[in-house]
């Protein structure tokens, strides 16, 4: 098998003649040209592709962009200027800072935002780059974050969303619903497109949610979306890089197919074993720790190992990958995976 009969192969849930093992391309694309990745392709290792299958554009919102320096920080301020008010945000140094929403106001400007918000087909283009895709690359068709977690991660931020739902809970699922419609409609779109897999790009901590808003506010629109997508024929999974473990029982209980940039402890807090154990049936794209890409050839071979005994008893239902960071002593390192890797070979 070549890296994306191997790929086919994981996400149908059948098992590949290895485990497969993948960098995503802009980690890969720091360094392209370096000559190390020719023989690591080579040997199987492949590349993620995150491609776009819409594109978005706002009516009758005024958009400015104002670049500034601050305290030695270059920082951007993108404002939003509706009929109903204005918002903004900040960067620093490439770094969010400041967030949309900040009080009941705020929301109520987002909402005009979103609801005038044109969500459109981009898939000539979309096609064109699938047709393009090397030998060693496959590509996920990239949504945004679901609702709650747009607003989570990116609207208002992970220190001030949660005091929101407490103080103005209506103005939050107002927001809520029309986000929704714009996530269902670029479910749609990517129903539409010929690629198999469909990403959602959720940046996923448990901590910051907790099962019971799991439970109100994302399982709801992977049981609506996801459905539309498997009626499509599509594998649908999400970027939950972050801990798991409190929200592990209605995870499983997703539609989801894929959990993806999985991660073990200390970064993450579960194993691949308790994984496996609460998710038999979900596929687990899993990344290797920052600091077990530090140990020596031998061991780093037998942690390689002993995660694919772990994540997939019968080699199916898991693949390796970099997704967080390349490691440091990445032309060393990778090349020991992937010669480990040649050792879950089927017979």
């Known amino acids: 098998m070549n890296f994306r009969e191997r790929i086919d192969a994981f996400w149908s849930g059948e098992r590949p003649d290895e485990i497969p093992y993948a960098v995503y391309e802009w980690l890969s694309g720091a360094e392209r040209d370096d000559p190390a990745w020719r023989p690591m392709f080579d040997a199987g290792l492949g590349v993620i592709r995150h491609l776009c299958c819409y594109k978005e554009q706002m009516e009758n919102v005024e958009v400015e962009r104002a670049t500034y320096d601050e305290d030695g920080l270059t920082v951007l301020r993108l404002t ?48 064109a780059d699938l047709a393009a895709l090397a030998p060693h690359e496959v590509a996920l068709s990239l949504l945004s974050r679901t609702p709650y977690q747009r607003m989570l991660v990116d609207l208002a931020g992970v220190g001030q969303f949660p005091f929101h739902l407490v103080d103005y809970p209506d103005d939050v699922r107002t927001l809520y619903e029309v986000l929704r419609k714009l996530f269902r409609r670029r479910v749609e779109i990517a129903a539409e497109g010929t690629n198999r897999f469909v990403h959602f790009g959720e940046n996923f901590n448990a901590d910051a949610i907790g099962p019971h808003r799991y439970e109100e506010f994302i399982l709801p629109v992977y049981d609506e979306c996801i459905d539309i997508l498997h009626a499509a024929g599509k594998v649908v999974g999400a970027h939950y890089d972050g801990r798991t473990a409190s929200c592990a029982a209605p995870i499983g209980r997703s539609s989801l197919d894929l959990i993806e940039s999985f991660t073990e402890p200390p970064e993450g807090d579960q194993t691949l074993a308790q994984a496996r154990t609460v998710w038999p049936d979900k596929l687990i794209w899993c990344n290797i720790g920052v600091s077990d890409y530090q140990l020596p050839p031998d061991k780093l071979g037998e942690k390689v190992l002993s995660m694919a005994a772990a994540g997939a008893p019968d080699g199916r239902r898991l693949a390796l990958e970099v997704s967080e960071h390349l490691p440091a002593d990445w032309r060393r390192a990778m090349p020991v995976v992937l010669a480990a890797l040649k050792k879950t070979r089927t017979a």
């Open 80 to 127: 939003y200027t509706t009929p109903v008010g204005g918002i903004y945000e900040t960067w620093r140094n490439g770094w969010q800072g400041e967030h949309f929403l900040k009080g009941p106001e705020d929301y109520r400007v987002m909402t005009y935002v979103a609801e005038h918000t044109l969500v459109r087909p981009d898939l000539e283009k979309f096609e």
